[in-house]
């Protein structure tokens, strides 16, 4: 068992020190350091604190280290990240994938993300990103209407997507696992900047960018251009204008899941305002502390359902026990036979 291991991971995803997690355990801080370097065993009393403090069940911690995993290439939304807090994202990603594989094994069902047809592609210009990405749209047959809810459709197409609980400021990242597409984004975000991490994301699976180009600004142009197409832009601004207001853009986020924000990035790139126009909007957004959020930012985000509905139909088949589902749910039995009878 890595039972060391696990605590470890798990002080490192919940930001303690070897003193902080002492303290609330009733020990000392070497009998912390004992415990994860495996050369002290806690008993059943101080299991029980630990898996309390932790905030996981008792069975995630013994959880075998045959079932751990490595990752490697994390591509952030963000383009600094201190250490630390890079630490405690890609040991919390790992966890509730470790958790998504296991489920996926004990039900023998997994779905294979396959590329489409000419991807990944590498551009070599934001305006041939526009194109790459109508392209994708075309061969997911997607048409160019808004996208209802993107983590069903990368869950559909074969992509693992997972929502986690972490502290710290991050948005989303993407990775792979023996070839097949990761995408993580954090819980609490508004629905519209949840849908262009996932978009941005998906960017970092599907393309590259080329000599001389900034990766994040072209991954942030794909994010754009697959959510809403230019030609969508034109069909909703024929021309260019001179101003725009409020109003205008809040409808266009309701409509496309898209920020205000992005909004006036849109219509930047493609042309129809002004730099000026442009700059005076993103001056008025900070006053307003709309940089920060922005009106409609409490619609909540979408929820992916592929985790879940394998645990569920395994339970339900009898293939897991109760208290083996609700560990892969990172739930006690009380909340898991809650969440299965809604």
């Known amino acids: 068992m890595s039972l060391g291991e696990n605590i470890r991971i798990r002080r490192k995803i919940l930001g303690f020190s070897y003193r902080s997690l002492a303290e609330i355990i009733g020990v000392t801080h070497t009998t912390i350091s004992k415990y994860e370097k495996g050369t002290l065993i806690p008993n059943s009393q101080i299991l029980i604190k630990l898996s309390q403090a932790l905030q996981v069940p008792v069975s995630t911690l013994i959880r075998p280290e045959t079932q751990r995993i490595s990752l490697d290439n994390f591509a952030f939304r963000a383009k600094k990240m201190p250490k630390k807090i890079e630490m405690q994202v890609t040991a919390e990603t790992k966890d509730w994938l470790e958790r998504y594989l296991l489920i996926e094994k004990l039900s023998d069902k997994s779905r294979v993300f396959t590329y489409p047809a000419g ?21 997911w047959d997607l048409g160019m209407d808004p996208i209802e809810n993107l983590t069903n459709l990368l869950e559909d197409k074969g992509i693992r997507v997972g929502i986690i609980s972490c502290l710290t400021k991050f948005d989303a990242l993407y990775t792979d696992y023996k070839g ?87 219509l930047k790139d493609l042309k129809l305002i002004s730099e000026e126009l442009f700059l005076s909007n993103r001056k008025m957004f900070s006053f307003r502390g709309w940089h920060l959020n922005e009106p409609g930012d409490d619609s909540k ?42």
Not at 119 to 139: C, I, N
Not at 224 to 238: I, N, S, T
Not at 336 to 341: I, P, Q
């Open 180 to 266: 097949q597409p990761i995408i993580v984004v954090k819980d609490g975000i508004s629905r519209s900047r949840q849908r262009f991490s996932l978009a941005h994301e998906l960017g970092h699976c599907m393309l590259s960018a080329g000599e001389g180009l900034d990766v994040e600004q072209v991954m942030n142009r794909f994010a754009g251009a697959f959510l809403v197409p230019d030609e969508k832009v034109f069909f909703e601004f024929e021309k260019p204008i001179h101003h725009i207001s409020d109003k205008e853009l809040k409808i266009m986020k309701d409509k496309y899941g898209l920020s205000m924000a992005v909004w006036l990035f849109r």
């Open 301 to 342: 985000g979408e929820i992916p359902v592929l985790m879940e509905a394998l645990v569920l139909r395994s339970h339900a088949e009898g293939f897991i026990s109760t208290s083996k589902a609700a560990e892969l749910l990172h739930m006690n039995i009380g909340q898991f036979c809650l969440f299965e009878s809604v």
């Open 119 to 139: 991807f990944p592609k590498e551009v070599s210009s934001l305006d041939e990103v526009e194109t790459v990405a109508k392209d994708l749209r075309k061969l």
